[in-house]
């Protein structure tokens, strides 16, 4: 089921758990965010929505080599 646009969260933790940013997702299932501003290293992000709850989760790694 897709989710629509405006309903979900994208939020991105650090590995202390605290969010470092967090965009809305559009009904595509996709969104832009600007990581300039943010240190390389591990994050985990969840989006969540307010009908699902938490919908997805996972990680990624920040490095600009």
């Given amino acids: 089921e897709i989710i629509p646009e405006g309903s979900a969260t994208l939020m991105l933790f ?3 758990g605290q969010v470092v940013l ?3 997702m559009l009904e595509s299932g996709k969104t832009q965010i ?3 501003d943010i240190p ?3 994050y ?18 920040i490095s600009r080599r």
Avoid: P
Wanted: proline share 0%; aromatic share 14%; no cysteine.
């Fill in 14 to 16: 650090n590995a202390l």
């Fill in 22 to 24: 967090q965009g809305a």
């Fill in 34 to 36: 600007n990581i300039m």
């Fill in 40 to 42: 390389e290293g591990l």
């Fill in 44 to 61: 985990f992000w969840r989006v969540e929505s307010l009908k699902y709850g938490v919908y997805e989760t996972g990680k990624v790694v």
